[in-house]
């Protein structure tokens, strides 16, 4: 595939980078030559030094033959501009970082469709429901459905009190268990686990399973002492936060702490009243125990600074704070943010990223997620007519090395799979895989 990227800032260098390493002809605009002089010699890509509105720049990267165009400039006008030149200079499909929620409405959705924008994508809205699905269930680091929720991944810590550890898999696997676990995250590296594996403490798990047996995945990891969380405190007043207060649920109270008196001012009229607007450093100490911090059940930091939220969570933690989640949008401070046990990581980047990536595959794909600890992702596959993955039982398939199946959703129903499952023409399948392989697994499943 043919793909233009306008805006070389931390969204489009981020996806530049990982399309780069699936051997796509990607090209990578800007108007600052600097940026794009950083990426050039270190990956296998090309540059082109122009504004995305400029009828002559889009000429000189292609764009006529492009099969996709990616505007994640920073300015929403500038990238809706860009997609509809595209469009119209022969992209044959665009999509357009935006910041206002009224172009997500679906009664708009066929009028820029006419305009030339094929797909809108605010990742401060996804970054958003990303929190409020941390926050409905305490225990977890991440959290997503299939099919409506038929099927769940949920990846959560092993601490002490998990029935589960140092017990090898293949054990595991003779008790009848109702779940998969398709992954483990330790230290730095990810394990698609085999039978000699074992989970180990602190290890990060993540399980596929169905609804009904969540409360069970909570009791063997050993989280039944979690509560649900009503009363939350939030660091920094971003457009991520007032989003977050307007997904939650009516029976969590919030906190907004703002160090910008005018931005206090601008939030009291983007929230509901029920929301209270704090005027003041959420680094002070004083400040958070004055404001009951103590009695918080959970803890967001979503300022401007990946430094600051992750040692605000830190503290937030010493404090006796259970659940704490920080936007870290600097990736080389993911891992050590996961390393200190922050708690759950939010970063706009590998979100925005997971469903541009879904736009790229051919095979029908309607869910594509990164795993923001593991070097991973998550994918759901539509299994079409005659299907290389229908020819045989699932173990005599010849899956590549680094991927495995978590489950798969038929005829509504979530239902695990074992090697011996025969996977049939429309089934959704739920396959886990590490290092953006998700390009090469597209041959099984069309």
Request: charged share 25%; net charge neutral; proline share 2%.
């Amino acid at each position: 595939m043919k793909i233009i990227i306008a805006g070389a800032g931390a969204v489009g260098t981020h996806l530049a980078k990982l399309l780069s390493g699936e051997k796509q002809d990607i090209i990578l605009m800007d108007e600052d030559e600097t940026k794009l002089s950083k990426l050039n010699n270190n990956f296998d890509l090309m540059t082109v030094n122009a504004s995305p509105t400029s009828i002559s720049g889009l000429k000189r990267a292609g764009i006529e033959g492009a099969d996709l165009f990616i505007g994640v400039t920073p300015n929403e006008s500038q990238n809706m501009t860009a997609c509809m030149l595209a469009t119209n200079l022969g992209a044959k499909k665009t999509v357009a970082r935006i910041d206002n929620y009224e172009y997500l409405l679906p009664k708009n959705k066929d009028f820029f469709a006419k305009l030339g924008v094929h797909s809108l994508i605010y990742p401060e809205m996804l970054a958003a429901k990303e929190i409020v699905d941390a926050l409905k269930m305490s225990w977890i680091r991440q959290w997503w459905e299939f099919a409506g929720g038929a099927l769940i991944l949920l990846g959560t810590k092993m601490r002490e009190s998990a029935e589960i550890l140092n017990v090898p898999f293949r054990e595991l696997g003779e008790r009848s268990i109702p779940f998969h676990i398709v992954a483990i995250k330790r230290g730095n590296e990810t394990i698609i686990p085999r039978g000699d594996d074992a989970i180990q403490l602190n290890d990060i798990v993540y399980f596929t399973t169905t609804k009904k047996y969540i409360s069970y995945i909570q009791k063997i990891a050993g989280k039944e002492n979690y509560t649900d969380i009503r009363d939350v405190m939030i660091m920094g007043g971003s457009r991520i936060a007032v989003r977050t207060v307007q997904y939650m649920p009516d029976y969590m109270r919030t906190k907004i702490i703002e160090n910008d008196v005018n931005r206090c001012n601008r939030l009291t009229e983007l929230v509901d009243d029920n929301v209270m607007i704090i005027n003041g450093d959420g680094r002070d100490v004083e400040l958070l125990l004055e404001e009951g911090i103590k009695n918080t059940g959970a803890f967001i930091a979503l300022t401007g600074s990946s430094e600051t939220n992750i040692l605000a969570c830190l503290t937030a933690k010493r404090m006796g704070i259970n659940k704490t989640i920080a936007e870290v949008e600097n990736i080389d401070y993911i891992s050590m943010a996961e390393s200190l046990d922050i708690g759950t990581v939010i970063n706009k980047k590998f979100i925005a990223a997971s469903h541009i990536y879904q736009m790229m595959l051919d095979a029908d794909v309607s869910n594509v997620k990164c795993l923001t600890f593991a070097n991973a992702d998550v994918a759901e596959f539509t299994v079409k007519n005659g299907a290389r993955i229908t020819k045989s039982c699932v173990k005599d398939i010849g899956l590549p090395k680094g991927a495995t199946i978590g489950g798969l959703i038929r005829n509504g129903e979530g239902m695990l799979v074992t090697g011996n499952t025969i996977i049939q023409e429309n089934d959704h399948v739920v396959v886990f895989c590490l290092g953006m392989m998700i390009k090469k697994l597209e041959k099984y499943f069309t």
